[in-house]
């Protein structure tokens, strides 16, 4: 009786231990699978992202800044 109970014993802790193996396989795959989508919706986000334009001159008058209380003014 003893050999039986130790045989059963030993089975159900294989068993909880490949559940627990598995549950804790699963949740890396998931959240692996979730930081690779947000890392590619990231980078495609930066690349479809406008290219800033620089302001220019026309060379006839010169760039004017000042400050009127409420924030800074700068004329072109």
């Known amino acids: 009786m003893q050999n039986v109970r130790t ?3 030993a089975l159900a802790a294989v068993t909880v231990f490949t559940a627990v193996a598995l549950l804790t396989f699963s949740l890396t795959l998931a ?3 979730i ?3 947000l890392m590619a919706a990231r980078a495609i986000s930066l690349r ?3 290219a800033p334009v ?3 001159t026309n060379g006839q008058r010169e760039m004017r800044i000042w400050n009127d209380g409420r924030g800074t003014i700068i004329d072109l």
């Open 35 to 37: 930081l690779t989508v």
């Open 48 to 50: 479809l992202k406008p």
């Open 54 to 56: 620089r302001a220019k």
């Open 7 to 9: 045989m059963f014993i």
């Open 31 to 33: 959240v692996g699978g």
